[in-house]
């Protein structure tokens, strides 16, 4: 990647990190500096499920707001990302990619909770038994 090279472990800290309006400065910035979108340099240097998370956090579009806590979505969520995961045989990466890139951080820590009470492991765990590589390391910087 323009100016990133091709370091997943620096595209992780950067993108994984920041809140919304930081990811949009970070993609005006970036536009501005190599004229070209960071979400095209994202997924041309990029592939699989790592690509399409990557791609749906460089967007910055996560929910922001904490205060209303949906006790019913926390625990929706909780039982899909345990259904797309841990129970089933192969991991539904896209439903795990979906929760995690649209619910905000407050509501995240929730449902990583809630799920222990579906998982016989917490959500850390479950990240490391179901997927490896960059994506584990991006789901983990999350």
Known sequence: MKGLGTDEDSLIEIICSRTNQEL???????KEMYKTDLEKDIISDTSGDFRKLMVALAKGRRAE???????????QDARDLYDAGVK?????VPKWISIMTERSVPHLQKVFD??????PYDMLESIRKEVKGDLENAFLNL
């Open 24 to 30: 949009q400065e970070i993609n005006r910035v970036y």
């Open 65 to 75: 707001d904490g205060s209303v806590i949906d006790y019913e979505l926390i625990d």
């Open 88 to 92: 089933r045989k192969g991991t539904d």
């Open 114 to 119: 809630r799920y222990k009470s579906y998982s």
